[in-house]
C-alpha cells in the first residue's frame, strides 16, 4: 500500500531555511486524483496545515506563513519538498507529510520527523 | 487563519458514547462538508477517522461516526474501548483553497 516517508535535517539554526523531502512509494505520485500535503506539530500542541501541492506543481500555502513556504515536486523521483525560510524556534515541530484527496483529507500520512531551531 | 475549535479534553468510561465538536464558521465548517477526524496515540502519526463530515474509510470501525450541523461539526464514539483513549483532531476546508485543523481534543477513557 501507499507509504510516505519523510527525509531532512533534524537540526536548523535560526534564520537559515529548513528542507524536508518526502518520499512516495507503493503507488503514483502523478495520479490526477490527489495532491500531497505538508503538516506540523509543534511539541505538545495541535496540527497545523502548512501547504499542499498537484502533480502539476500547482500549490497551496497557509496565509499565516506568507512567503516563507515553498513546496515543490518531482515526479521522476516520486518525491515532494518543502522549504521554509527565514525559521525561528516557533517552526520547532514534527513534520509530517501526507497524501490529500480531493476532499481535503488526509491519508495515509508519513510517520513525521522532528525538526529543531536552534543555534 | 484562525483553528477551528474543539474543547481541550474529554473523558468517559468503557462502554459509553462521547461527542466531540469542532466549531467553525460560515467560511469554513458552515459552508463545506470537507470536514474530517483523525486520531493520534502518542508519539504516533495521525490517522483518518472521518471524511466529508460524515464518511468512514474502509477499516474503521463502525463505532465511529460523525455529523455536522451548522458551523459546527462532530465525531461520536459509541461503546468506548480503552484503544479509543488518544488524541482527536477536526479539520475543514476554507475559502481560498486553504484548510484548518481543529484545536485538538485529549479523549480518556476512564
Known amino acids: 500500500q501507499l507509504q510516505l516517508q519523510e527525509s531532512g535535517p533534524g537540526l536548523v539554526k535560526p534564520s537559515e531555511t529548513l528542507s524536508l523531502t518526502c518520499t512516495v512509494s507503493?503507488?503514483?505520485?502523478?495520479?490526477?486524483?490527489?495532491?500531497w500535503g505538508w503538516i506540523r506539530q509543534p511539541p505538545g500542541k495541535g496540527l497545523e496545515w502548512i501547504g499542499s501541492?498537484?502533480?502539476?506543481?500547482?500549490?497551496y500555502n497557509n496565509p499565516s506563513l506568507k512567503s516563507r513556504v515553498t513546496i515543490s515536486i518531482d515526479t521522476s523521483k516520486k518525491q515532494f519538498s518543502l522549504k521554509l525560510s527565514s525559521v525561528t524556534a516557533a517552526d520547532t515541530a514534527v513534520y509530517y507529510c501526507?497524501?490529500?484527496?480531493?476532499?481535503?483529507?488526509?491519508?495515509?500520512w508519513g510517520q513525521g520527523t522532528l525538526v529543531t531551531v536552534s543555534s | 487563519q484562525s483553528a477551528l475549535t474543539q474543547p481541550a479534553s474529554v473523558s468517559a468510561s468503557p462502554g459509553q458514547s462521547i461527542t466531540i465538536s469542532c466549531t467553525g464558521t460560515?467560511?469554513?465548517?458552515?459552508?463545506?462538508?470537507?470536514v474530517s477526524w483523525y486520531q493520534q496515540h502518542p508519539g504516533k502519526a495521525p490517522k483518518l477517522m472521518i471524511y466529508?463530515?460524515?464518511k468512514r474509510p474502509s477499516g474503521v470501525s463502525n463505532r465511529f461516526s460523525g455529523s455536522k450541523s451548522g458551523n459546527t461539526a462532530s465525531l461520536t464514539i459509541s461503546g468506548l474501548q480503552a484503544e479509543d483513549e488518544a488524541d482527536y483532531y477536526c479539520?475543514?476546508?476554507?475559502?481560498?483553497?486553504?484548510?484548518?485543523f481543529g484545536e485538538g481534543t485529549k479523549l480518556t477513557v476512564l
Open positions: 479539520s475543514s476546508y476554507t475559502s481560498g483553497s486553504t484548510q484548518v
Open positions: 501541492i498537484y502533480y502539476s506543481g500547482s500549490t
Open positions: 460560515s467560511s469554513d465548517v458552515g459552508s463545506y462538508n470537507f
Open positions: 507503493g503507488g503514483s505520485i502523478s495520479s490526477s486524483s490527489y495532491h
Open positions: 466529508e463530515a460524515t
Open positions: 501526507a497524501r490529500r484527496f480531493a476532499d481535503y483529507s488526509f491519508d495515509p
